[in-house]
């Protein structure tokens, strides 16, 4: 074998050590472990997904007080519902009594009552009724609610964090907010949302999700003809969220109708927006295809990803064409996602250099995420 890049051998400790130090590093691909380690994927479950912010889905996939839908994130079962008072909330799906997983699916119920014993919990947590039990000394009620998880709305997603002490969700995508606004994603109505698993590490996913440099070449009669790679111009990442402006092109008359708040720009361009670790959306003026991406195993993810549409695509099929359309290109990363998974476990896969950074600028970005958020998780002799 011939001489390989330097770096080659780097752990991925040790890589994102280097990007919490000072010293420059050209923009670089991080190791090929990054997105296979079984350590790695451990860690991200506690230090990453249990402290943050991750999206489990939208608040009109719940309209009427009573809807539910469950979910797993990161192995944790949970109930998203609109409660008597209107609000969504996110709910433990595992009974305070000997630990059965309660609702199944989705769908509408005035109380969430257990199958294997029969405790019944009220829409917002509370424990109801506990069978022939309610009389025993050490049996209190009132500390038999199902954990409530924080959870706040944005743009119609519905947020959660599991621990409750991430940072203010506002606060986390602050700068953001001026980006994306004007297009009121949270006016459009959801197409539809359904988990999926791929056989690919969650951050392969959430990178070309984000990234533009693929556009062309991946896409070439879907996507190119519309957001070439030449266009896209990616915007300062903050904190918690990067992104880029996939500029359409000359020939593609772009996307109605608009809310009347979008300026000339707004009109013709997507904004892809990426809020960490895992929430990529690509949000243009009529629609938005958005994926909440969690990790089920080190090679392999959960995406929970759907179209919201302007109301007004309801009106003939065009909600639906647009999903079919997302359909499409999702279908052509996954193929190329796949084998680069299989590339990726190669004894010879190696570290290359990162397109500018208007194509891959966000992936660096979001590598550097990863190194603050797990700065105090790494070995300190990492050399
Ligand atoms: S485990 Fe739920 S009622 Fe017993
Ligand atoms: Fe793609």
Redo the contacts with the bound molecule.
């Keep these: 074998m011939g001489s390989t890049h330097p770096s080659t051998a780097d752990t991925w400790q040790k890589a994102l050590r280097t990007l919490t130090s000072k010293s420059e590093l050209p923009p670089t691909a991080m190791p090929p472990e990054f997105y296979t380690s079984a350590d790695l994927f451990e860690l991200e479950k506690e230090s990453v997904f249990l402290k943050s912010w991750i999206c489990v889905g939208r608040a009109d996939e719940i309209p009427e007080p009573g809807d539910f839908y469950t979910l797993d994130i990161i192995g944790e079962p949970l109930i998203v519902v609109r409660t008597q008072d209107g609000s969504c909330k996110v709910l433990s799906n595992v ?6 997983v ?1 609702m199944q699916g989705r769908g509408n119920s005035k109380k969430f009552s ?6 019944t919990y009220a829409l917002d947590g509370k424990l109801l009724a ?1 069978p022939l039990i309610e009389d025993n000394e050490n049996f209190r009620k009132a500390e038999c609610s199902l954990p409530v998880f924080k959870s706040t709305l944005w743009m119609g997603f519905i947020f959660t964090n599991l621990d409750g002490q991430a940072t203010d969700f506002e606060q986390h995508v602050k700068e953001l907010n001026s980006y994306v606004e004007n297009y009121h994603v949270e006016e459009m109505k959801t197409v539809q949302a359904g988990p999926e698993k791929w056989p690919v590490n969650w951050k392969c996913l959430a990178e070309n999700f984000m990234e533009g440099y693929h556009l062309t070449p991946v896409h070439l009669n879907t996507l190119h003809p519309m957001t070439p790679t030449r266009l896209c111009e990616k915007i300062p990442g903050g904190k918690g969220y990067t992104g880029y402006k996939s500029h359409y092109s000359e020939s593609f008359k772009g996307r109605k109708p608009y809310h009347e708040d979008m300026t000339d720009e707004e009109r013709a361009q997507s904004m892809m927006v990426w809020i960490y670790p895992s929430f990529v959306a690509a949000v243009s003026p009529n629609s938005a295809v958005f994926m909440s991406i969690t990790p089920t195993a080190a090679v392999e993810l959960q995406t929970r990803w759907g179209v919201a549409a302007r109301t007004e695509l309801f009106e003939n099929d065009e909600a639906a064409a647009r999903y079919d359309f997302a359909k499409s290109f999702n279908a052509e990363d996954k193929e190329r996602l796949i084998d680069m998974q299989y590339g990726l476990q190669s004894r010879f896969a190696t570290r290359g250099p990162l397109a500018p950074p208007d194509y891959e600028g966000t992936i660096w970005d979001f590598y550097h995420y990863m190194a603050e958020t797990l700065a105090d998780k790494l070995p300190s002799d990492v050399n």
């Design positions: 009974c305070r009594h000997r630990g059965s309660i257990c199958p294997y014993h029969q405790w506990a």
